[in-house]
Structure formats: structure tokens, C-alpha cells
């Protein structure tokens, strides 16, 4: 691994800890569990590198292009592994390195600008940005290559170096994306450090650390700022959501079901802005749900390397626990399930496509974050009530709104308290865009070119204006 040498440590070899593949449940690799006690040695010759890679911009963009190029040619191997570990669709895995060679090639290629400021006075102020240093870049299971790419792909371009901590529960296509970007990238600019105890806690609090730009959950997100406060590192934190979808009452069910039902199962749902709550009009209701139900029921469950498989397992033991206690609570609650409802039988971590309604709106599947294969489809009487009922949780990440006035849907999307909001779709983002939760859903800017000043600092020079 040419990245970084866990598989050695100080002349002995390192532990190892299992990686499962979800669509059987059983081990099929193994990754290098590496230790906190490590980190120091990491984070210090990622210091070493800053100081080379900051220097020469020109030299990045092309760097990052020629490693965009090589992620690109290896995509077969990468997917697979992909698949393997995460569970996902091949088809869904091929679109995720797509989406990875994409965010390196648009950061490759952005620069920030240089201004000059005058107020009236003699002197003139030019703002340059500066890079920060090491960058901590720690990321969940549900998309491990888009999101460190995401990540890694505006911090580097900005001068900074990488260290990159995935989840250990997809290890593996993170270290074959890293060594393949590490034929183009100089030695220590990107490390990516596995391992299944506490090395993203060490990580984060690290002295040498000057930001820490994590993606997960909003618990682990409160503890990740408190750690890199001991350092009082920049933090980001792009943290889960809650996403609802508003139908109008002038919505054509048929026309927007399938997008709809995607919207809420790709990657099974497993999506930090999946649709994870459905608002209809009373009236369109019962029609709602029994077109959701029939997609449930008919669409392809299976393993993600089975070219017919349209949705994969759930991507791990503790997930699939925790949607079906979540799933058997609404229906303790007084839910019913329209499609679903259960676990399948047999190897693997599969949950049927669950449609629910009669859903008590205090159930933990409307308040909470269910990230699988259940979503919950709930009446409104009025625009208000399901207005207030969408910004009601503690979450603010995305939104949308469905209907055929596209003026009346943009204004009540104008209502959502979230980051993004759509119209008629779901989820569909624009590398130029920014992003950004509110709430609990996150801290700081991602995406576009406020992911890039987000991994660099002003440096302001004030000089007297010539006579
Ligand atoms: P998680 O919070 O459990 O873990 C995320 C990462 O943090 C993993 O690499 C994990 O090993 C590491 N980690 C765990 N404890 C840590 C600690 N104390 N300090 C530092 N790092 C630590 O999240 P998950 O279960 O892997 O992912 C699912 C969550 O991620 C969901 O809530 C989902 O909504 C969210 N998510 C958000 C976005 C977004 O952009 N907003 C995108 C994808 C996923």
C-alpha cells in the first residue's frame, strides 16, 4: 500500500480486522488495524509533505487530473470491491466512481481568487488564501468513495495534505482508490489509516491536525468537535438527516411514483438525503401508498453482483438491527405494513422494501433517522400542517416538493428550514453547489467553491497605495 505502511508496524506485522460482505454475512477480507499510537508518525510526515504540495498549484491540477484519469481506467476492480463491502448495486457502485473521478476533476481545476479591497483610505488590502496544513478527513459506510472524495478532492486542491479515515466497515475500496491516486499524487499527501477501535477519536484530536471535516451520524459529529477542540482545529461536519417529501394536492401520482420511490430506496435507503418521509394530501393518500407498496413489492432484492439485483442488502449487522426494531416499533405504534415489514429469510442482511401507513406521527421512524429500506408515508388535511410537520424534527438536511404548479411547489419548498430543497425530484446535486445542513444536519459549507475556502484560511496584506 504505497500510501501509507500499515501493514508493518515498527518490524512486526500489524492486526487485522475481518471485513464482511453484507449480501452473505460472511468475512471476505481482511484490513490492517492500525492503532491510535500510529497517528503520530502519520500526521507527521503528512506535515512533511505540506510543505512540498502547498507550493506549486499548477503542479496539483495536474496531480489530481492524472489521478482522476487513473481512478477512472481501474473502475471494473474498484466497483466490484465496492459492491463486495458495501453491498450496493454494481450499477450503483460504478455511478459512485463516476461521481468520485468527477469531484476530482472539478476541484482539480478550481483556483481561489486573489482580491484587493480599498475603502477610501491610502492603503490597499489584497486578500490570498493560504492552505492550513494536515486535514482529517473521516467518513461513513454508505457512499465510502464519493464522500472521501468529497473531502479529499477541495482539501488537497487547496494546498493541504490528506489523511483519510474510512469506516471499517468498507475499508477496502478506499485503499485501493488511495493507492491508485497515489500513483499520481506524491508520497504522503494522502494516507488513508484503517482500523476498528479508536483512531478517528485520536485522529480528531490530534495537535497536527488543522481541520477536521468529518461526514456520519449527528452523535459521533458532537464528539468529533469536542475532540478537535482540544487543538481547536477548523471543524465540518456534514451529519444525517431527516429528509421529507411534501406532495401537493395537484401532484400526478403515477408520473412521480417511480422517482419518488428511488428518491427513498437507492443505496436502500442507506442515503444521508434520502426522501425518509413521505407528506400526501389526504385525499391522494391510499393512492400514494399503494403505489409505493407495488414498487416495494416487485422490486429486485439481492446480492449487488447479481446483474438483476435493483436494490442490495442493508450494509451491516447493527443497521439491519436497528431498522427493524425502528420498522417493529411503528408497527407496535399502530402502523401497518402496505409492502414489507420484515427481515427476508436466508444468508445475508436483507430487509424488504417496507412501505408504512397509519404511521402515529411520534413514532420513532417519522422523528428518527431510519437510513434503510423503510419509509413511512403520512396524511396532511393542510399545506401548514405538513409544512410544520416537515421542519418538525431536529434535522434540517434536504427536502422536496411534488407537484404540477411549479410556482406553488417552489413556494412552499421556499418554506423548508434544510440546506437544499427540490422540486418534482430528490437528492440530485450539482458539484458547483453548496452544501450544507442546518440544525442538527451539520456545521460549515461542502460543495462547490465554498468547499475549497472551506480548506483554506484568508491572509490579508496591506500595503500604501503608490502616489
Ligand atoms: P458514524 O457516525 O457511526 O461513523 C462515521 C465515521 O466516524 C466512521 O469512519 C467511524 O469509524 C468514525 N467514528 C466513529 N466514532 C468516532 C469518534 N468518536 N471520533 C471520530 N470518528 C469516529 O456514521 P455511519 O454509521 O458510518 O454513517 C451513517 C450516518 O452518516 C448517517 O447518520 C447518515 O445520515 C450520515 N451521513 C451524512 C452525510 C452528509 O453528507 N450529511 C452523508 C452520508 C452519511
Not at 492550513?132 to 482539501?155: T, Y
Not at 438483476?308 to 436497528?322: H, I, M
Not at 409492502?339 to 406521527?361: E, K, Q, S
Amino acid at each position: 500500500m504505497p500510501t501509507s505502511e500499515p501493514d508493518r508496524v515498527a518490524g512486526r506485522r500489524a492486526a487485522r480486522f475481518a471485513v464482511i460482505d453484507p449480501a452473505t454475512g460472511e468475512t471476505f477480507d481482511e484490513a490492517p488495524d492500525q492503532q491510535p499510537d500510529e497517528l503520530d508518525a502519520v500526521v507527521g510526515r503528512a506535515h512533511r509533505a505540506w510543505h512540498r504540495w502547498r507550493a506549486d498549484p499548477a503542479a496539483r491540477t495536474t496531480a489530481l487530473r492524472v489521478a482522476a484519469d487513473a481512478v477512472e481506467t481501474a473502475g471494473d476492480d474498484l466497483a466490484r470491491l465496492l459492491t463486495r463491502e458495501q453491498g450496493k448495486p454494481l450499477a450503483e457502485s460504478y455511478a459512485e466512481i463516476a461521481r468520485t473521478v468527477a469531484r476530482l476533476r472539478y476541484f482539480a481545476d478550481l483556483a481561489p481568487r486573489t482580491r484587493r479591497i480599498t475603502d477610501g483610505r491610502p492603503v490597499h488590502s489584497e486578500i490570498r488564501w493560504r492552505s492550513l496544513g494536515p486535514v482529517a478527513a473521516i467518513v461513513p459506510w454508505n457512499f465510502p468513495l464519493q464522500l472521501a472524495a468529497a473531502k479529499f478532492a477541495p482539501a488537497l486542491a487547496a494546498g493541504n495534505t490528506v489523511v483519510l479515515k474510512p469506516s471499517p466497515l468498507t475499508p477496502l475500496a478506499t485503499r485501493l482508490l488511495c493507492s491508485l491516486l497515489a500513483t499520481a499524487l506524491p508520497e504522503d499527501v494522502l494516507t488513508v489509516v484503517t482500523g476498528s477501535g479508536p483512531l478517528g477519536a485520536r485522529l480528531a484530536s490530534h495537535p497536527g491536525i488543522r481541520h477536521v471535516t468529518f461526514t456520519g451520524s449527528a452523535p459521533t459529529g458532537r464528539a468529533v468537535a469536542e475532540a478537535a477542540a482540544a487543538s481547536l482545529a477548523r471543524v465540518t461536519l456534514e451529519l444525517g438527516g431527516n429528509d421529507a417529501a411534501v406532495l401537493l394536492d395537484d401532484v400526478e401520482v403515477d408520473r412521480i411514483a417511480d422517482r419518488l420511490f428511488w428518491a427513498a430506496f437507492r443505496n436502500c435507503g442507506q442515503v444521508c438525503m434520502a426522501v425518509k418521509r413521505v407528506y400526501a394530501p389526504a385525499r391522494l393518500h391510499a393512492e400514494v401508498v399503494e403505489a409505493l407498496a407495488q414498487r416495494a413489492k416487485t422490486v429486485v432484492v439481492g446480492a449487488g453482483l447479481d446483474p438483476e439485483t435493483q436494490l442490495g442488502p442493508v450494509n451491516n449487522a447493527p443497521q439491519l438491527t436497528r431498522v427493524e426494531r425502528i420498522a417493529k416499533q411503528a408497527l407496535a405504534d399502530g402502523a401497518r405494513a402496505a409492502a414489507g415489514g420484515h427481515r427476508l429469510d436466508g444468508p445475508g442482511y436483507f430487509f424488504a422494501p417496507t412501505i408504512l401507513t397509519d404511521v402515529p406521527p411520534g413514532s420513532p421512524v417519522v422523528t428518527e433517522e431510519q437510513f434503510g429500506p423503510v419509509l413511512p408515508v403520512l396524511p396532511y388535511r393542510s399545506l401548514d400542517e405538513a409544512v410544520d410537520a416537515a421542519n418538525g424534527t431536529g434535522f434540517g438536511l434536504g427536502g422536496s416538493v411534488w407537484g404540477t404548479d411549479l410556482d406553488r411547489a417552489e413556494a412552499v419548498a421556499d418554506r423548508l428550514e434544510c440546506g437544499t430543497a427540490w422540486i418534482n425530484h430528490h437528492a440530485e446535486l450539482s458539484l458547483a453547489q453548496p452544501f450544507a445542513g442546518v440544525k442538527t444536519s451539520g456545521v460549515g459549507v461542502a460543495g462547490g467553491p465554498w468547499g475549497l475556502y472551506g480548506n483554506l484560511r484568508p491572509f490579508v496584506v496591506h500595503r500604501p497605495q503608490e502616489p
